[in-house]
């Protein structure tokens, strides 16, 4: 790691009043979330626009994330998420998967269905961890199974209050492949399905992802990412009319994870 970064004589290393930390670590931090946020690459003058921080302090602390691989510097000079990201993520995700099995299995308990939870990562959404159903005819997602948000009940419950541009932003990147002749290929038919769920509070996935499955989704509140949990069954079972009693215990199990996840995060 290049001395000149580390160095504690540096004043972006000197401790916040506010929090106790390091304000380097931080600022770091903080420019690795704003280039997520962004899509995962940045020029510097895009990050000090948002940051607020000089160019010089952002090139310093950028230097320092590339030599640790958590940043690479593309040919264009631009910067992108580095892969050491990845084993960090990764490991997170099984973690986070783990917090949240006794919370599915309640809600299986309650339900009789399975539970699932996902995350947005980056335009996906990916699975973290399921409990089955104990019927014989039951729906089973693999954990870590990536798919499209357009044709999922979790993808609307997460992306349900985010502004419309970066939503017709992402979905541009993706496209909207129908996955059954249920799915919304329109942006305009996903955002009015994203009014929706603002509404009622929760999403559906009406044999939008597989033909004879219907989930219902609600996204946790506060979690320090992105994340949402789910029911799914076959549609003869997951009616509407079961998802009066369903959805109310969903949005219950979502308010108690969240506070145990955030529980997990230093204070």
Known sequence: MPTSSASTTDASAKPTAAS????????AFDLLE????AGGEVGLSELSAASGLPLPTIHRLMRTLVACGYVRQQPNRRYSLGPRLIRLGESASRLLGTWARPYLARLVEETGETANMALLDGDE??????????????????????VLPHSTGVGKALLAHTPAEEVRALLARTGMPAATEKTITTPEGFLEALEQVRKSGYAVDDNEQEIGVRCLAVSVPNSPTAAAIS????AGRVTEAV???????????AAELSVALQSQSPA
């Open 20 to 27: 106790g930390g390091v304000q380097s670590l931080e600022r």
């Open 34 to 37: 704003r280039m997520a946020d």
């Open 125 to 146: 959404i990916v699975y973290v961890a399921q409990v089955p159903s104990k019927h014989s005819m039951r729906m089973f997602t693999e954990v870590g199974r990536r």
């Open 231 to 234: 029911i799914s069954g076959p």
């Open 243 to 253: 998802a009066e009693s369903f959805v109310p215990i969903l949005q219950g199990v």
